[in-house]
């Protein structure tokens, strides 16, 4: 394929970590790689300063709730519409907020092809606008339908998404193209027992753990309540990971008398995700509301067993490399009882389905869709 010229927009960016952010840039980087460019609109963030790739900061307002989101401006200078935008290939928006109305706005107005990447269930997430939570879920499931319907594609990263938008009311092409993780960066990880010692694990004790942004939607009190109920003292937690329900859940574990079997360990350093994956006798996600579940194919890559709560989404993941239980206290609790013990078999079917979530197949599968809709007049 001729060299792109790709617009991203996005909602959030550098310096959150979160999965959508991890999407968007492994993309980003996964196609520069590829000889195309891509440039990143995403809001401003105050004190932070750009460290590398052509980012573009549009101006935003802090949001009067605990979010890592900001309130976007739509606004772009005239030099960068003209220097940059009219001469894209395509746009790909990763929100149906304020960057993608944008996004549209432009691919409208300059003839080229607009693509979505459906990342988030917004109906999950109503618990953080202050209005009714019914009528909240309603209002993001109408917006989620209308601006996927205006897109001349939509990315759905698992099969089960698709058929969840297509209940919503969603009619425009959908294509499934996984997000993609650097299976060798998190394939190098290896067992550490000093880390695990570290973490509160002794010899003979099982470790869990836990990498996600802690907030409610995650469902991280779960398994506190599955620690406690399972009454094993030999069981250890470790939850990698900040937000703003960070503080409740220290509580929590307080309350249930589980601060020496649970280590809370902050946002941990991405060189230092794969020993840690590979250290846990289990990696445990309690959440149903993600879309794929970046953090779950990380560990899988690393060789970990997975417990995961039971939706078509993280069945899909796993396949065959980990297990799905009831997203209830006592599924969980009855499922770190029954951990087995790694061994070669378990770790190469663990990264054998970590495989299939590789950056180059992700690369690979964006560039046929993209050829697919795009203008012969539009490729450099």
Not at 89 to 117: D, K, N, Q
Not at 172 to 180: D, L
Request: hydrophobic share 45%; charged share 20%.
């Amino acid at each position: 394929m001729e060299r792109l010229r790709i617009g991203f927009f996005t909602e959030i960016y550098r310096p959150v970590v979160n999965g959508v952010v991890a999407s968007v840039e492994t993309l980003a980087d996964g196609l520069r790689a590829r000889g195309h460019q891509v440039c990143c609109f995403a809001p401003h963030i105050p004190g932070y300063a750009e460290t590398d790739g052509p980012v573009f900061r549009i101006p935003s307002l802090p949001l009067p709730m605990r979010t890592p989101y900001r309130l976007t401006l739509p606004l772009v200078s005239r030099r960068d519409v003209k220097a940059i935008i009219e001469r894209l290939s395509l746009v790909h928006v990763h929100s149906p907020f304020v960057t993608g109305w944008m996004g549209l706005r432009y691919a409208r107005r300059y003839g080229m092809p607009l693509i979505f990447t459906y990342h988030t269930q917004l109906e999950a997430y109503a618990h953080y606008v202050p209005f009714e939570p019914k009528a909240t879920r309603f209002a993001a499931s109408q917006l989620t339908r209308t601006f996927a319907n205006l897109a001349d594609a939509v990315v759905v990263p698992t099969p089960a998404m698709r058929v969840h938008l297509r209940e919503l009311g969603v009619r425009t092409r959908i294509e499934v193209v996984p997000s993609g993780i650097d299976v060798a960066h998190f394939g190098a990880g290896r067992r550490d027992e000093a880390l695990r010692r570290h973490l509160g694990a002794g010899e003979g004790d099982r470790l869990l753990l836990c990498v996600c942004r802690l907030a409610k939607e995650k469902n991280v009190q779960l398994l506190l309540e599955a620690l406690a109920r399972s009454n094993d003292s030999s069981l250890k937690l470790a939850v990698a990971g900040d937000g703003p329900v960070r503080g409740e859940l220290e509580e929590q574990a307080r309350r249930y008398g589980l601060v020496g079997r649970t280590r809370f360990l902050g946002i941990v350093a991405r060189d230092a995700l794969p020993d840690l994956y590979a250290s846990a006798d289990a990696f445990v996600m309690p959440s149903t509301t993600e879309t794929q579940g970046l953090v779950q194919v990380e560990a899988l890559a690393a060789g970990a067993y997975v417990i995961a709560a039971d939706t078509p989404q993280n069945r899909e993941v796993l396949g065959p490399a980990g297990i799905t239980v009831a997203p209830s206290a006592e599924a969980f609790a009855h499922a770190f009882g029954a951990i087995p013990p790694a061994n070669q078999a378990s770790v190469a079917t663990a990264r054998h389905a970590a495989e299939r979530f590789s950056v180059g197949r992700q690369i690979e599968g964006m560039l046929a869709l993209y050829a697919s809709v795009m203008q012969p007049a539009r490729i450099a």
